[in-house]
């Protein structure tokens, strides 16, 4: 479960650690970035131990004693536990990873532990498991793969710990290796997963974990041919939008995660039809609107950004394959047009880029939409729309596309455009160094001219 | 506002063709009827973003900062409700706890799915219910004769087979299952128990014995019980000559595939649990060669 209140308690409490934070941060941050552009974006979760504390410098048992541990647990005994808990410990550590799987029998010993009659070993074993699939090395991951179809049948069992440490578990080595990505499409991890999913609905912890390891399976490069079509077939479609709800109680963790998972289903694949037959849009635009609203009132908990921004990507690349004699029907009645406008302003400058995002969904809304270019002027967003033309990193271009989508639609969108003060603020833009800028400044300046001469002798 | 004179031609250009237009149009008539040279050539654009493109980059590490630098700790907000020492309410298992959680987990990894015939635990409903048709519905055997009635065991598959034999190869081939799957042991006849358990005598009991102690499955009983050996529950023999082919762990000594279920079962039963079963004919430790390596 994700405790962000922990987190900055935690980091407060350290001497120097506010700095070191910060560098920490921005070092991550750019190796992301780099990560990114080279389409290896991929990240783990490391599921802590409820007695364990992030920050402690607890010594490292080490690369031996994961020797010693597993030489005393192959030998027998009735103590297994007893030494399966500081195995777990030990494991943290790369290079001990290493070393434990290249133990003959060892991943054999774990297996076996898992699936025994002690339910504390099997606890303990799979946490082992656990700590494996986080290591950074890829090796580890195929090394794991005995135990896959052992953690995939136990994700329709009933116990809830344990079902998260699978999950986390198998969301972990998804992304490391095409055979262990393969693996598990064979032994069934999307039916697994669906069944999990339904089984334990009502759990937050084991929904948020289903919807990483979901997300994991999504993230592979080929996805879209081999994951996507079987899972838009099953019905996680409908039980990851069925947890996009407004409830206050659920929690925003297993949401982050399923939104995320439809972020990954719309934008990797062109084809919508089946989402958008499930109401996806309708749904994830009134869950839009509702955090929207909380984040324009000043909302400042951070999570609610990590689940606007799926959101608006889903919206986003949803509009664009819905057809526009279809899209009243399909927004069942939802107003995206005033949100989406004060969402943009409110992000405009804690997180420019989500605001950008936000312009990119107003221009898909208003492409073939008379209504919503309509309500944008009648409405009076259009004052707000020009404040943001100043704003570069992409915000304006987008703006000048909204408007001019506006101004396409109706000479009488132009005269109004014209009265609200578009052209002052196009002398502005005109005069940018951006040429996209530039481009559609001039293709709004011609539609308007055109439409209404008489604004130009004013 | 000062236009530049070439605009100002163009625009004259665009504004007698759009006369003709239909005024709800807009632009749309006038583009159809493209003056050339005319550079306005906008219209509305559905932008498509795929999930890679440069505009998502920003969120993308947003989105991975959370994953990575933001740690989740399984810690509930209160602290779990601590309880005085507890032991199992199932008759027969003798696990005591001192936390809800413990038992919770205990509960539902070993009690849950138990099968009324002969007690033992499956993993979950499904498997339970296939266990169930399998081993204990005479109807099953009946119809088994005539039709295809062994299910996949991957939910989502669907397909069935003649034999439990079948069944464990499209397990192998299709779907990548190791062959000493534990869920999926087939039943044996029981015709020709008899022979078989006379034939695997010697060596099941003596690599039980070496196994129990080395691989420690069903140690905690092991050691609680007597110390008499018993012989596994039963054998997927023809199986298991394959996986002995395929896996150095299991004895070279040839098992024919029967079950030796019903004459062991008064035997086996003191050993491990009766709550707990791995499917059919499971092995309750490791056979053969595998105890013997240390």
Redesign the interface.
């Known amino acids: 479960?994700?405790?962000?209140n922990?987190?900055r308690h935690k980091a407060g409490g350290h001497a120097n650690s506010l700095e070191e934070l910060r560098t920490k941060?921005r070092e991550?941050?750019r190796a992301?970035?780099q990560a990114?552009?080279d389409?290896q974006?991929v990240?783990?979760?490391?599921?802590?131990?409820?007695d364990?504390e992030?920050d402690t410098m607890e010594v490292a048992p080490g690369e031996q004693d994961v020797v010693t541990l597993f030489q005393i647990?192959?030998?027998?005994?009735?103590e297994?536990e007893a030494f399966l808990r500081p195995l777990s410990k030990a494991l943290r550590d790369p290079s001990a990873q290493l070393t434990f799987i290249k133990l003959e029998?060892s991943m054999h010993?774990l297996v076996?532990?898992l699936?025994?009659?002690?339910?504390?070993c099997?606890?303990q074993a799979v946490r082992c498991l656990h700590e494996l699939s986080h290591s950074p090395h890829t090796s580890v991951a195929s090394a794991c793969l005995?135990a896959t179809?052992?953690l995939l049948?136990?994700l329709?069992?009933?116990?809830?710990?344990?079902t998260?440490l699978c999950l986390y578990t198998l969301g972990n080595i998804c992304p490391d290796s095409e055979r262990v990505k393969?693996?598990l499409l064979?032994?069934?991890i999307?039916?697994?997963l669906?069944?999990c999913i339904q089984n334990h609905r009502h759990n937050l912890?084991v929904v948020e974990a289903a919807g990483f390891a979901l997300f994991q399976l999504l993230q592979s490069k080929d996805a879209a041919q081999k994951v996507i079509p079987t899972v838009l077939a099953?019905s996680l479609p409908s039980q990851l939008l069925s947890v996009l709800t407004p409830d206050p109680d659920f929690g925003l963790a297993p949401a982050?995660e399923c939104a995320?998972c439809l972020?990954?289903l719309t934008?990797?694949s062109?084809n919508h039809r089946e989402l958008l037959a499930q109401g996806a849009l309708r749904q994830c635009c009134s869950l839009l609107v509702s955090l929207g609203g909380a984040v324009a009132d000043g909302n400042t908990d951070q999570g609610l950004?990590?689940l606007v921004?799926?959101l608006l990507?889903c919206v986003?690349?949803l509009?664009?394959?819905c057809p526009a004699e279809a899209l009243h029907s399909q927004l069942g009645g939802v107003d995206l047009v005033a949100p989406l406008c004060e969402l943009v302003v409110a992000l405009l400058h804690t997180?420019p880029?989500?605001a950008?995002?936000t312009a990119?969904v107003l221009?898909?809304l208003?492409?073939?939409s008379t209504e919503s270019c309509s309500a944008l002027l009648t409405l009076n967003l259009v004052p707000r729309l020009l404040e943001l033309l100043p704003f570069s990193q992409?915000i304006n271009t987008m703006v000048l596309?909204v408007l001019?989508?506006v101004a396409?639609?109706?000479?009488e969108f132009c005269v109004r455009l014209a009265e609200l003060g578009l052209?002052s603020a196009l002398?502005a833009t005109l005069k940018m160094a951006d040429q996209n800028v530039v481009t559609?400044s001039?293709?709004?300046l011609?539609?308007i001219?055109?439409s209404c001469?008489q604004v130009?002798r004013a | 506002m000062m236009l530049q004179p070439d605009v100002v031609r163009f625009i004259a250009m665009g504004e007698s063709q759009t006369h003709n237009g239909d005024e709800e149009e807009g632009f749309r008539g006038a583009a159809e009827q493209q003056v050339e040279g005319n550079p306005f050539t906008f219209s509305p654009q559905l932008l498509r973003l795929h999930r890679d493109h440069e505009l998502f980059e920003d969120g993308d590490v947003f989105r991975h900062m959370y994953l990575q630098d933001l740690f989740i700790s399984e810690a509930e907000e209160q602290p779990a409700p601590s309880v005085s020492e507890f032991g199992c309410h199932i008759s027969g298992c003798r696990a005591v706890f001192s936390t809800l959680h413990e038992y919770e987990h205990h509960y539902n990894s070993l009690h849950r799915h138990v099968c009324c015939s002969c007690h033992r635990s499956l993993p979950s409903a499904r498997l339970l219910d296939i266990h169930i048709q399998e081993w204990h519905d005479s109807l099953f055997t009946i119809l088994a004769q005539k039709q295809d009635m062994y299910l996949c065991l991957v939910e989502g598959c669907g397909q069935k087979f003649r034999t439990s034999q079948q069944r464990k190869d499209h397990l192998i081939r299709l779907h990548k299952y190791p062959p000493d799957f534990r869920f999926d042991k087939s039943r044996k006849e029981k015709g020709t128990r008899e022979a078989s358990r006379e034939q695997r005598t010697d060596t099941a009991v003596e690599a039980a014995d070496d196994v129990c102690r080395s691989e420690g499955v069903c140690e905690v009983m092991c050691g609680v019980e007597s110390n008499q050996l018993e012989q596994e529950e039963s054998m997927e023999t023809h199986a298991s000559s394959e996986e002995a082919a395929q896996s150095e762990d299991f004895s070279a000594s040839a098992q024919t595939p029967e079950t030796n279920t019903e004459r062991l079962k008064p035997r086996y039963s003191y050993r491990v649990p009766k709550t707990v079963c791995f499917g059919h004919g499971s092995v309750r430790g490791f056979r053969g060669q595998r105890g013997r390596r240390k």
Not at chain 1, 1 to 4: F, I, P, S, T
Request: overall charge positive; glycine content about 8%.
């Open positions: 479960m994700w405790r962000l922990k987190v941060r991550k941050e992301l970035r990114r552009r389409r974006l990240s783990k979760r490391l599921l802590l131990n409820e364990e992030q647990l192959h030998h027998g005994g009735t297994k029998n010993l076996g532990l699936t025994g009659s002690d339910a504390r099997r606890l005995p179809p052992y049948t136990y329709s069992g009933q116990s809830t710990k344990f998260e393969e693996r064979a032994q069934g999307i039916p697994a669906a069944g912890a099953s982050i995320w972020h990954s934008s990797s062109e950004e990590l921004c799926p990507r986003g690349n509009l664009s394959s997180l880029a989500l950008k995002e990119w221009n898909n208003t492409a073939h992409g596309r001019a989508n396409h639609k109706k000479k052209l002398t559609l001039l293709e709004v011609f539609m001219i055109v001469p130009c």
